[in-house]
Protein backbone atom coordinates (compact mmCIF):
# COMPACT_ATOMS: atom_id res chain seq x y z
CA UNK A 1 0.00 0.00 0.00
CA UNK A 2 1.48 3.74 -1.07
CA UNK A 3 1.72 5.93 1.37
CA UNK A 4 -0.89 8.26 0.38
CA UNK A 5 -2.92 5.65 0.08
CA UNK A 6 -2.40 4.85 3.27
CA UNK A 7 -2.68 8.87 4.63
CA UNK A 8 -6.23 9.01 2.75
CA UNK A 9 -7.33 5.96 4.73
CA UNK A 10 -6.56 7.83 7.80
CA UNK A 11 -8.25 10.53 6.97
CA UNK A 12 -10.91 8.88 5.93
CA UNK A 13 -11.20 6.76 9.29
CA UNK A 14 -10.85 10.00 11.50
CA UNK A 15 -13.79 11.55 9.24
CA UNK A 16 -16.19 8.72 10.28
CA UNK A 17 -15.45 8.50 14.02
CA UNK A 18 -15.80 12.26 14.06
CA UNK A 19 -19.49 12.01 12.46
CA UNK A 20 -20.25 9.45 14.86
CA UNK A 21 -18.80 12.12 17.55
CA UNK A 22 -21.85 14.64 16.66
CA UNK A 23 -24.10 11.54 15.42
CA UNK A 24 -23.55 10.35 19.34
CA UNK A 25 -25.51 13.61 20.83
CA UNK A 26 -28.61 13.01 18.65
CA UNK A 27 -28.82 9.29 20.00
CA UNK A 28 -27.99 9.82 23.72
CA UNK A 29 -30.80 12.57 23.84
CA UNK A 30 -34.00 11.76 25.15
CA UNK A 31 -35.75 13.77 22.97
CA UNK A 32 -34.49 11.91 19.58
CA UNK A 33 -34.08 13.92 16.33
CA UNK A 34 -35.95 16.75 18.38
CA UNK A 35 -32.59 17.99 20.20
CA UNK A 36 -30.57 18.12 16.92
CA UNK A 37 -33.56 20.24 14.97
CA UNK A 38 -33.46 22.37 18.43
CA UNK A 39 -29.85 23.11 18.33
CA UNK A 40 -29.08 20.98 20.90
CA UNK A 41 -29.53 23.84 23.38
CA UNK A 42 -30.59 21.42 26.25
CA UNK A 43 -26.41 20.97 26.77
CA UNK A 44 -24.48 22.19 29.62
CA UNK A 45 -21.13 24.32 28.88
CA UNK A 46 -19.31 21.00 29.26
CA UNK A 47 -21.22 19.30 26.15
CA UNK A 48 -21.18 22.61 24.20
CA UNK A 49 -17.88 22.49 23.65
CA UNK A 50 -17.35 18.98 22.78
CA UNK A 51 -19.78 19.47 20.32
CA UNK A 52 -18.41 22.14 19.24
CA UNK A 53 -15.31 20.29 18.48
CA UNK A 54 -16.67 18.09 16.21
CA UNK A 55 -20.44 19.82 14.82
CA UNK A 56 -19.97 19.93 11.31
CA UNK A 57 -15.89 19.10 11.25
CA UNK A 58 -16.10 16.29 10.13
CA UNK A 59 -19.51 16.41 7.71
CA UNK A 60 -17.35 18.89 5.97
CA UNK A 61 -14.07 16.69 6.00
CA UNK A 62 -16.00 13.44 4.78
CA UNK A 63 -17.05 15.72 2.00
CA UNK A 64 -13.80 16.30 0.95
CA UNK A 65 -12.36 12.77 1.32
CA UNK A 66 -16.06 11.81 -1.66
CA UNK A 67 -14.52 14.92 -3.54
CA UNK A 68 -10.87 13.27 -3.89
CA UNK A 69 -12.49 9.47 -3.72
CA UNK A 70 -14.12 11.00 -7.17
CA UNK A 71 -11.12 12.40 -8.68
CA UNK A 72 -9.55 8.97 -8.18
CA UNK A 73 -12.18 7.63 -9.86
CA UNK A 74 -12.06 10.00 -12.81
CA UNK A 75 -8.10 9.61 -12.84
CA UNK A 76 -8.08 6.03 -13.47
CA UNK A 77 -10.96 6.31 -16.11
CA UNK A 78 -9.01 8.93 -17.94
CA UNK A 79 -6.12 5.95 -17.57
CA UNK A 80 -8.06 3.36 -18.92
CA UNK A 81 -9.51 5.10 -21.99
CA UNK A 82 -13.12 4.63 -19.97
CA UNK A 83 -16.10 6.75 -20.60
CA UNK A 84 -16.79 8.80 -18.02
CA UNK A 85 -19.04 9.81 -16.03
CA UNK A 86 -20.22 5.73 -17.32
CA UNK A 87 -20.34 3.37 -14.68
CA UNK A 88 -19.90 5.93 -11.82
CA UNK A 89 -23.17 7.18 -12.06
CA UNK A 90 -24.29 3.69 -11.17
CA UNK A 91 -21.83 3.65 -8.56
CA UNK A 92 -23.74 6.89 -7.34
CA UNK A 93 -27.15 5.10 -7.57
CA UNK A 94 -25.77 2.24 -5.50
CA UNK A 95 -24.76 4.77 -2.76
CA UNK A 96 -28.74 6.59 -3.01
CA UNK A 97 -30.10 3.08 -2.41
CA UNK A 98 -27.54 2.51 0.47
CA UNK A 99 -28.43 5.93 1.78
CA UNK A 100 -32.17 5.61 1.33
CA UNK A 101 -32.04 2.03 3.52
CA UNK A 102 -30.11 3.92 6.47
CA UNK A 103 -32.33 6.50 6.40
CA UNK A 104 -35.53 4.47 6.77
CA UNK A 105 -33.90 1.77 9.09
CA UNK A 106 -31.47 3.00 11.12
CA UNK A 107 -30.98 7.27 10.96
CA UNK A 108 -32.91 10.21 10.40
CA UNK A 109 -30.13 12.43 9.04
CA UNK A 110 -28.15 9.98 7.13
CA UNK A 111 -25.70 11.69 4.81
CA UNK A 112 -25.68 9.28 1.75
CA UNK A 113 -28.33 10.40 -0.13
CA UNK A 114 -26.98 13.63 -0.39
CA UNK A 115 -23.66 12.76 -1.42
CA UNK A 116 -25.06 10.82 -4.01
CA UNK A 117 -27.06 13.31 -5.78
CA UNK A 118 -23.98 15.87 -5.16
CA UNK A 119 -21.75 13.06 -6.89
CA UNK A 120 -23.90 12.62 -10.01
CA UNK A 121 -23.63 16.11 -10.49
CA UNK A 122 -19.97 16.63 -9.60
CA UNK A 123 -19.53 13.91 -12.20
CA UNK A 124 -20.24 16.23 -14.72
CA UNK A 125 -18.39 18.75 -13.50
CA UNK A 126 -15.03 17.25 -12.33
CA UNK A 127 -13.59 17.40 -15.60
CA UNK A 128 -13.81 20.61 -16.84
CA UNK A 129 -11.61 23.72 -16.72
CA UNK A 130 -10.40 25.03 -13.62
CA UNK A 131 -11.89 28.55 -14.97
CA UNK A 132 -15.22 26.63 -15.09
CA UNK A 133 -14.63 24.52 -12.09
CA UNK A 134 -13.73 28.17 -9.97
CA UNK A 135 -16.77 29.89 -11.50
CA UNK A 136 -19.26 26.58 -10.53
CA UNK A 137 -17.71 27.15 -7.07
CA UNK A 138 -18.52 30.65 -6.49
CA UNK A 139 -21.82 30.77 -7.45
CA UNK A 140 -22.92 27.52 -5.78
CA UNK A 141 -20.51 28.91 -2.26
CA UNK A 142 -22.77 31.80 -2.90
CA UNK A 143 -25.99 29.77 -3.00
CA UNK A 144 -25.33 27.82 0.07
CA UNK A 145 -24.85 31.49 2.40
CA UNK A 146 -28.73 32.29 1.20
CA UNK A 147 -29.66 28.84 2.01
CA UNK A 148 -28.15 29.25 5.58
CA UNK A 149 -29.63 32.83 6.05
CA UNK A 150 -33.10 31.26 5.03
CA UNK A 151 -33.02 27.98 6.54
CA UNK A 152 -31.78 29.40 9.96
CA UNK A 153 -35.39 31.31 9.67
CA UNK A 154 -37.17 28.48 8.72
CA UNK A 155 -35.60 25.60 10.79
CA UNK A 156 -37.54 27.46 13.75
CA UNK A 157 -40.59 26.10 13.13
CA UNK A 158 -40.48 22.81 11.92
CA UNK A 159 -42.62 20.11 14.18
CA UNK A 160 -40.56 17.12 14.70
CA UNK A 161 -41.80 13.99 16.50
CA UNK A 162 -43.05 13.44 19.85
CA UNK A 163 -40.01 13.56 22.50
CA UNK A 164 -41.08 9.70 23.91
CA UNK A 165 -41.33 8.20 20.25
CA UNK A 166 -36.91 7.58 20.57
CA UNK A 167 -37.26 6.97 24.43
CA UNK A 168 -39.91 4.38 24.76
CA UNK A 169 -41.36 3.57 21.34
CA UNK A 170 -40.88 1.07 18.85
CA UNK A 171 -38.46 0.52 15.83
CA UNK A 172 -41.53 -0.05 13.56
CA UNK A 173 -42.91 3.49 15.12
CA UNK A 174 -39.64 5.34 14.11
CA UNK A 175 -39.47 3.74 10.45
CA UNK A 176 -43.46 5.40 10.32
CA UNK A 177 -42.17 8.66 11.88
CA UNK A 178 -39.02 8.86 9.69
CA UNK A 179 -41.95 8.17 6.44
CA UNK A 180 -44.39 10.64 7.57
CA UNK A 181 -41.68 13.50 8.75
CA UNK A 182 -38.99 12.94 5.28
CA UNK A 183 -39.54 16.83 4.18
CA UNK A 184 -38.46 17.61 7.87
CA UNK A 185 -35.84 15.07 8.50
CA UNK A 186 -34.31 14.97 4.64
CA UNK A 187 -33.73 18.83 4.72
CA UNK A 188 -30.08 18.13 5.70
CA UNK A 189 -29.95 15.77 2.79
CA UNK A 190 -30.93 18.51 0.50
CA UNK A 191 -29.14 20.94 2.33
CA UNK A 192 -25.95 19.66 1.99
CA UNK A 193 -26.13 19.48 -2.03
CA UNK A 194 -24.64 22.79 -2.41
CA UNK A 195 -22.06 22.49 0.29
CA UNK A 196 -20.95 19.13 -1.00
CA UNK A 197 -20.45 20.56 -4.79
CA UNK A 198 -18.18 23.10 -3.23
CA UNK A 199 -15.97 20.47 -1.15
CA UNK A 200 -16.31 17.93 -3.21
CA UNK A 201 -14.44 19.90 -6.18
CA UNK A 202 -12.35 21.21 -3.79
CA UNK A 203 -10.72 18.35 -2.54
CA UNK A 204 -10.90 16.75 -6.30
CA UNK A 205 -8.45 20.07 -6.70
CA UNK A 206 -6.67 19.89 -3.52
CA UNK A 207 -6.12 16.20 -4.91
CA UNK A 208 -4.37 17.56 -8.07
CA UNK A 209 -2.79 20.36 -6.40
CA UNK A 210 -0.53 18.03 -4.82
CA UNK A 211 -2.04 19.13 -0.82
CA UNK A 212 -1.48 14.96 -0.30
CA UNK A 213 1.78 14.37 -1.39
CA UNK A 214 4.97 13.95 1.14
CA UNK A 215 7.10 16.71 -0.51
CA UNK A 216 7.82 20.28 -0.12
CA UNK A 217 4.73 21.78 -1.96
CA UNK A 218 2.30 19.82 -0.05
CA UNK A 219 3.82 20.74 2.73
CA UNK A 220 3.18 24.43 1.65
CA UNK A 221 -0.26 23.90 0.90
CA UNK A 222 -1.22 21.92 3.77
CA UNK A 223 0.47 24.98 6.17
CA UNK A 224 -1.90 27.68 4.20
CA UNK A 225 -4.97 25.27 4.87
CA UNK A 226 -4.01 25.12 8.86
CA UNK A 227 -3.59 28.60 8.96
CA UNK A 228 -6.75 29.91 7.48
CA UNK A 229 -8.88 26.56 8.79
CA UNK A 230 -7.54 26.35 12.21
CA UNK A 231 -5.98 29.92 13.03
CA UNK A 232 -9.22 31.90 11.48
CA UNK A 233 -12.10 29.91 11.50
CA UNK A 234 -11.92 27.49 13.98
CA UNK A 235 -12.11 30.87 16.47
CA UNK A 236 -14.97 32.05 14.59
CA UNK A 237 -16.25 28.88 14.59
CA UNK A 238 -16.16 29.05 18.24
CA UNK A 239 -17.61 32.61 18.65
CA UNK A 240 -20.92 30.79 16.76
CA UNK A 241 -21.19 28.17 19.29
CA UNK A 242 -20.84 30.99 21.63
CA UNK A 243 -23.44 33.21 20.15
CA UNK A 244 -26.51 30.35 20.86
CA UNK A 245 -29.06 28.24 18.94
CA UNK A 246 -30.02 31.04 16.89
CA UNK A 247 -26.23 30.35 14.88
CA UNK A 248 -27.12 26.88 14.41
CA UNK A 249 -26.85 26.97 11.25
CA UNK A 250 -23.81 28.85 10.69
CA UNK A 251 -21.92 26.76 13.55
CA UNK A 252 -22.60 23.52 11.60
CA UNK A 253 -22.66 24.34 7.73
CA UNK A 254 -20.91 27.74 7.11
CA UNK A 255 -17.55 27.81 9.23
CA UNK A 256 -16.81 24.30 9.71
CA UNK A 257 -16.14 23.21 6.51
CA UNK A 258 -13.12 26.14 6.29
CA UNK A 259 -11.84 24.00 10.15
CA UNK A 260 -12.29 21.07 7.79
CA UNK A 261 -9.49 22.66 5.49
CA UNK A 262 -7.65 23.36 8.34
CA UNK A 263 -8.29 19.60 9.45
CA UNK A 264 -7.17 17.89 6.61
CA UNK A 265 -3.87 19.82 6.31
CA UNK A 266 -2.96 18.62 9.82
CA UNK A 267 -4.51 15.31 10.03
CA UNK A 268 -2.12 14.15 6.79
CA UNK A 269 0.86 15.79 8.10
CA UNK A 270 0.68 14.15 11.05
CA UNK A 271 -0.45 10.98 9.20
CA UNK A 272 3.11 11.01 7.37
CA UNK A 273 4.62 11.15 10.25
CA UNK A 274 3.71 8.48 12.18
CA UNK A 275 2.85 6.31 9.20
CA UNK A 276 5.66 4.27 9.83
CA UNK A 277 5.26 3.79 13.55
CA UNK A 278 3.84 1.12 14.92
CA UNK A 279 0.26 1.27 17.60
CA UNK A 280 -3.19 0.25 17.98
CA UNK A 281 -4.43 3.79 17.63
CA UNK A 282 -3.27 4.18 13.45
CA UNK A 283 -3.91 0.79 12.76
CA UNK A 284 -7.34 0.93 14.26
CA UNK A 285 -8.26 4.72 12.48
CA UNK A 286 -6.91 3.22 9.14
CA UNK A 287 -8.78 0.19 9.33
CA UNK A 288 -11.57 2.00 9.42
CA UNK A 289 -11.02 4.35 7.28
CA UNK A 290 -10.58 1.15 4.64
CA UNK A 291 -14.64 -0.21 5.82
CA UNK A 292 -15.65 3.40 5.78
CA UNK A 293 -19.30 2.62 4.32
CA UNK A 294 -19.21 -0.05 6.86
CA UNK A 295 -18.44 1.89 9.50
CA UNK A 296 -20.62 4.56 9.23
CA UNK A 297 -23.51 2.65 8.90
CA UNK A 298 -22.88 -0.37 11.82
CA UNK A 299 -21.66 2.33 14.29
CA UNK A 300 -25.10 4.25 13.78
CA UNK A 301 -26.57 0.88 14.39
CA UNK A 302 -25.06 0.66 17.23
CA UNK A 303 -25.70 3.88 19.06
CA UNK A 304 -29.62 3.09 18.14
CA UNK A 305 -29.82 -0.39 19.58
CA UNK A 306 -27.87 1.00 23.13
CA UNK A 307 -29.79 4.40 23.04
CA UNK A 308 -33.53 4.40 21.56
CA UNK A 309 -36.44 2.86 23.25
CA UNK A 310 -37.01 -0.66 21.38
CA UNK A 311 -33.05 -0.96 22.85
CA UNK A 312 -31.50 -0.64 25.79
CA UNK A 313 -32.92 2.43 25.98
CA UNK A 314 -30.19 4.26 27.81
CA UNK A 315 -30.76 7.70 26.49
CA UNK A 316 -33.97 7.98 28.50
CA UNK A 317 -32.50 5.62 31.51
CA UNK A 318 -29.16 7.90 31.61
CA UNK A 319 -30.49 11.32 30.79
CA UNK A 320 -28.99 12.99 34.17
CA UNK A 321 -25.56 11.54 33.59
CA UNK A 322 -24.77 13.43 30.09
CA UNK A 323 -22.56 14.38 29.02
CA UNK A 324 -20.01 11.85 30.27
CA UNK A 325 -21.66 8.76 29.83
CA UNK A 326 -22.47 10.29 26.20
CA UNK A 327 -17.96 10.34 26.14
CA UNK A 328 -17.93 6.78 27.26
CA UNK A 329 -20.81 5.21 24.58
CA UNK A 330 -18.40 7.35 21.62
CA UNK A 331 -15.32 6.06 22.80
CA UNK A 332 -16.55 2.49 23.33
CA UNK A 333 -18.13 2.56 19.53
CA UNK A 334 -15.18 3.74 18.26
CA UNK A 335 -13.13 1.10 19.92
CA UNK A 336 -15.05 -1.20 19.12
CA UNK A 337 -15.15 -0.76 15.69
CA UNK A 338 -11.64 -0.03 15.47
CA UNK A 339 -11.27 -3.41 16.41
CA UNK A 340 -13.82 -4.96 14.18
CA UNK A 341 -12.81 -3.81 10.92
CA UNK A 342 -9.06 -4.74 12.12
CA UNK A 343 -10.42 -8.57 12.54
CA UNK A 344 -12.07 -8.26 9.29
CA UNK A 345 -9.44 -6.97 7.35
CA UNK A 346 -7.67 -9.94 8.11
CA UNK A 347 -9.55 -12.19 6.33
CA UNK A 348 -11.08 -9.79 3.33
CA UNK A 349 -9.94 -6.85 1.54
CA UNK A 350 -13.17 -5.17 1.55
CA UNK A 351 -15.73 -4.19 4.18
CA UNK A 352 -18.55 -6.18 4.32
CA UNK A 353 -21.02 -3.78 2.92
CA UNK A 354 -18.36 -2.62 0.58
CA UNK A 355 -17.86 -6.75 -0.59
CA UNK A 356 -22.12 -6.23 -1.11
CA UNK A 357 -21.82 -2.65 -3.10
CA UNK A 358 -18.96 -4.09 -5.35
CA UNK A 359 -20.79 -7.15 -6.03
CA UNK A 360 -23.60 -5.02 -6.91
CA UNK A 361 -22.00 -2.08 -8.73
CA UNK A 362 -20.34 -4.97 -11.13
CA UNK A 363 -23.37 -7.37 -11.67
CA UNK A 364 -24.42 -5.06 -14.57
CA UNK A 365 -21.83 -5.44 -16.23
CA UNK A 366 -20.62 -8.66 -16.32
CA UNK A 367 -21.29 -10.29 -19.83
CA UNK A 368 -24.29 -12.43 -20.28
CA UNK A 369 -23.51 -15.68 -20.94
CA UNK A 370 -24.70 -17.33 -24.41
CA UNK A 371 -26.14 -20.49 -24.17
CA UNK A 372 -25.31 -23.05 -27.16
CA UNK A 373 -27.63 -24.35 -30.16
Not at 254 to 277: E, K, Q, S
Request: glycine share 10%; hydrophobic share 55%.
Amino acid sequence: MSRRIEVLDVLRGVAILGTLGTNIWIFTDPRGPAGALSGLTSLDPVGQTLVFLTNGKFLALLSLMFGIGLELQYQSARRRGAPWPGWYLWRAALLFIEGLLHYLLVFEFDVLMGYAVTAMIVAWLIGRSDRAVRAWMIAVGALHVVVVGLLTVMITSAAPSSTLLFATGSWTDQVLDRITLAPVYRIEAVFIVPLGIVLFLAGARLLRAGALADDAAGRRIRARLMAVGLGVAAPLNLLATLAGPDWFLVDRYLLPPFVALGLLGLITTVAYRLIAVPGLLRTGVTAVGRTALSCYVFQNLVAAVLCYGWGFGLAARWADARPWWVIGAWTAICALFMTLSVCWLRRFDRGPLELLWHRAYQAPQLPVPHSAG
